[in-house]
């Protein structure tokens, strides 16, 4: 008897979800560079949680490898759905696999859903080997391989490596991609959740290295999070947080 192919039962079901009309919206979305289902985020990742299978990590990179091949892009979606929901299992020696898929097809949602899923086995896994490996992708050719380094500890909060935030912002400070200089700022601003005054500090002592778009998005609430500076309308920093 033959085993049933899982990605034949995952297809079967989110192609009986199609929405033509969605699939329209999500295709302008992404400038008409890949296909869609037309199916909504929270539909497939509810459907992916309920048909993830248990498999060995060689064989579930492999199954994720699989559906990135597949056109619709909700199956690169459901890959990374699928390797979030078995990170567990994924050993450190995934990750060089992982940053492969993340070549493939690249634009900033499958990239930045790449960075969460490595991040998440950095972190729980605390193997110097692998944050040495995040320090290497800095130098990497794909702009979107260094945004995967520069986006890593999202979420990570107090247990960030300010020291490693702080100097992966300015090692790519200098660059004049969108996609990095956005990247800089939106670590930055989830650092500042729970650290805004060391995140204000780092701002103030480098805004002149940084993208206007950069300084705009690390300080977007850093207002709110700090007092006043007595004589200022600028917050703590008592200077400007954004540059025309």
């Keep these: 008897m033959t085993t049933p192919d899982p990605i034949d039962t995952l297809k079967a079901r989110l192609e009986s979800l199609a929405d033509p009309a969605r699939a329209a919206g999500m295709r302008a979305y992404q400038r008409d560079q890949f296909d869609f289902l037309g199916v ?3 539909v497939r990742r509810a459907l992916v949680k309920e048909w993830a299978p248990s498999l060995p990590w060689p064989e579930l990179l492999e199954l994720a490898g699989r559906l990135w091949m597949e056109a619709p892009r909700e199956y690169q979606y459901a890959a990374i759905d699928l390797l979030a929901l078995r990170r567990k299992q994924l050993p450190i ?19 930045d859903g790449m960075a969460g899923v490595i ?6 896994h605390q193997a110097p080997g692998a944050q040495a490996m995040m320090d290497g992708l800095l130098a990497d050719e794909s702009f979107w391989i260094r945004r995967i380094a520069m986006l890593h500890q999202l979420g990570w909060r107090l247990e960030t490596d300010e020291a490693r935030l702080f100097g992966y ?16 700022g939106w670590a930055l601003r989830d650092y500042a959740k729970w650290a805004p005054q060391a995140v204000s500090n780092f701002v103030a002592a480098h805004e002149g290295a940084f993208s206007s778009l950069t300084v705009r998005e690390a300080t977007k609430h850093l207002r709110a999070a700090l007092p006043a500076h ?5 917050g703590t920093t008592g200077r400007r947080t954004g540059r025309s």
Excluded at 119 to 124: I, N, P, S
Excluded at 169 to 174: D, E, G, R, V
Excluded at 230 to 234: L, R, V
């Design 93 to 111: 020696e995934a990750i060089g696999p992982l940053l492969e898929l993340a070549r493939r097809k690249p634009w900033w949602e499958t990239v």
């Design 40 to 42: 909504a985020s929270p």
């Design 119 to 124: 991040g998440k086995l950095v972190r729980a």
């Design 169 to 184: 912002a300015l090692q790519l400070a200098p660059e004049r991609e969108f996609f990095i200089r956005k990247a800089i």
């Design 230 to 234: 007595p004589g200022s309308n600028t």
